[in-house]
């Protein structure tokens, strides 16, 4: 009932930026928190940055002053602005998202498919 699609993901060198979005659609009433998770070969999946409908921020302390996640409710998308990458952020993106549908009273979790980030040294 919902989808989230990303979109942004590549390679790029070491000290670069990249732009990651990410838009729900579907059967949607309301989204609460929205955020990026990333899954490094061999590692756990972490979280990166959440906002809430508020406004409200977290980032993971190895993100901190170098990525920026933004919201627009209106269009129920999500951005992660990446600067001064690193080679330890090289990791599949993942969108995250907690979603009312219509015609229900519980949040529940929605992930998109997962965008690929390479930074080379």
């Known amino acids: 009932q919902v989808q989230l699609v990303e979109s942004g993901g590549g390679l790029v060198q070491a000290g670069g930026s990249l732009r990651l979005s990410c838009a729900a659609s579907?059967?949607?009433?309301?989204?609460?928190?929205m955020g990026w998770y990333r899954q490094a070969p061999g590692k756990q999946r972490e979280s990166v940055a959440d906002i809430t409908n508020g406004g409200i921020i977290n980032y993971a302390d190895s993100v901190k002053g170098r990525f920026t996640i933004s919201r627009d409710n209106a269009a129920n998308t999500v951005y992660l602005q990446m600067n001064s990458l690193k080679p330890e952020d090289t990791a599949v993106y993942y969108c995250?998202?907690?979603?009312?549908?219509?015609?229900?009273?519980?949040?529940?979790?929605?992930w998109g498919q997962g965008t690929q980030v390479t930074v080379s040294s």
């Open positions: 579907g059967a949607i009433f309301s989204i609460n928190g």
């Open positions: 995250h998202a907690r979603v009312m549908v219509v015609a229900s009273t519980l949040y529940r979790d929605s």
